[in-house]
């Protein structure tokens, strides 16, 4: 069993910075994916940024350049600058144990930009 704490959500004006983070406790193995997703009411849950256990990244084409996924084994970092309004949202944290074909969630933490 794995659980993920989120941290760093809050209200920022446009053109403005936040860092989430995400601590893992329980059993991470070492080929665990782990990742950020977003959503707005209304719509799907989409994909922000995801890295693997050997740092591979990737990124949903709107960050443009403007997000930074980092991790260690049991934290997952996103730090976001240059927000923008569209960017409000409730972020979620994941991770995906390769040895369970298990996904975990976080309880989601909210961004807003104001304009």
């Known amino acids: 069993q794995v659980q993920l704490v989120e941290s760093g959500g809050g209200l920022v004006q446009a053109g403005g910075s936040l860092r989430l983070s995400c601590a893992a406790s329980g059993s991470i193995d070492s080929t665990s994916i782990m990742g950020w997703y977003r959503q707005v009411p209304g719509n799907q849950r989409e994909t922000v940024a995801i890295i693997g256990s050997g740092g591979a990244t990737h990124y949903a084409n709107f960050v443009k350049g403007r997000f930074t996924i980092s991790r260690d084994k049991i934290t997952v970092s996103l730090q976001m600058n240059s927000l923008e309004p569209e960017d409000t949202a409730v972020y979620y944290c994941?991770?995906?144990?390769?040895?369970?074909?298990?996904?975990?969630w976080g309880q989601g933490t909210q961004v807003t930009v104001s304009s």
């Open positions: 994941y991770v995906y144990l390769v040895d369970q074909s298990q996904p975990y």
